[in-house]
């Protein structure tokens, strides 16, 4: 099983950034998949979800409207685009697999806002 993100980066506040997930090993169609990112010096924060159908998606509030999360069942891959980003956006990003208590993690992504 891998999950490898990519696309993560520098960027300056006001910037955009599209990530993406790529999966392997697994049923990638059957599973939820999640994006979650740590900042330095705080704990996993769960950031956008998408069903195995890819026709509902969750955020959590303080990227809502910010942040889109997609998949490609074909592909087996899901991506978040972050769009007008903020230094409070600097962290690790994770991609995640999850089927019922089953979870897939991948290495992470780092992306920095700064100017």
């Known amino acids: 099983v891998q999950l490898v993100e990519s696309g993560g980066g520098m960027v300056q506040p006001g910037g955009s950034l599209r990530l993406s997930c790529a999966g392997s090993g697994f049923n990638f169609p059957n599973y939820d998949m999640s994006w979650v990112r740590q900042a330095p010096g705080k704990g996993p924060e769960w950031v956008a979800r998408?069903?195995?159908?890819?026709?509902?998606?969750y955020y959590t509030d303080s990227v809502r409207g910010q942040f889109t999360i997609s998949r490609d069942n074909v592909k087996n891959a899901v991506y978040l685009q972050m769009n007008s980003l903020k230094p409070e956006d600097t962290a690790v990003y994770y991609c995640?697999?999850?089927?019922?208590?089953?979870?897939?993690w991948g290495q992470g992504t780092q992306v920095t806002v700064s100017s």
């Open positions: 995640n697999a999850a089927l019922v208590q089953i979870h897939y």
């Open positions: 998408i069903n195995n159908g890819g026709d509902r998606t």
